[in-house]
């Protein structure tokens, strides 16, 4: 299985972007997807996930009523829609993935696929 992350960018505060996530070399309704981010010099941190159907979603609460994940299994695609962004969020965004659903929030252990990032760059 392959995760493939795109849409990052430059936006400027209180913009929006939509991260997608592209599975590849398998089902991704058998997957739970999530998005984690890494700032400079900060570890990485879980920020949104969502279950193998949609049925359940779980959000850090710095993006609460903010970012919106949401998937379409029949593209093997999952989306992180980011709204009313701030220079905080300006990070490597990575996709992965969660083959047990093991459960929120997604921790770094529980990961079993990992996408490469894409980078958010929110400017002031």
């Known amino acids: 299985v392959q995760l493939q992350a795109s849409g990052g960018g430059l936006v400027q505060a209180g913009g929006s972007l939509t991260l997608s996530c592209v599975v590849s070399?398998?089902?991704?309704?058998?997957?739970?997807v999530g998005w984690f981010r890494q700032a400079p010099g900060m570890e990485r941190e879980f920020v949104v996930g969502i279950s193998r159907y949609g049925g359940s979603s779980s959000y850090a609460d710095f993006v609460q009523g903010r970012f919106t994940i949401s998937r379409e299994n029949a593209k093997n695609a999952v989306y992180l829609h980011m709204n009313s962004l701030k220079p905080d969020d300006t990070a490597v965004y990575y996709c992965?993935?969660?083959?047990?659903?093991?459960?929120?929030?997604?921790?770094?252990?529980?990961?079993?696929?990992w996408g490469k990032g894409t980078l958010v760059t929110v400017s002031s």
């Open positions: 070399g398998g089902f991704s309704e058998d997957l739970a």
């Open positions: 992965a993935a969660d083959k047990l659903a093991r459960g929120w929030p997604m921790n770094l252990g529980g990961i079993d696929y």
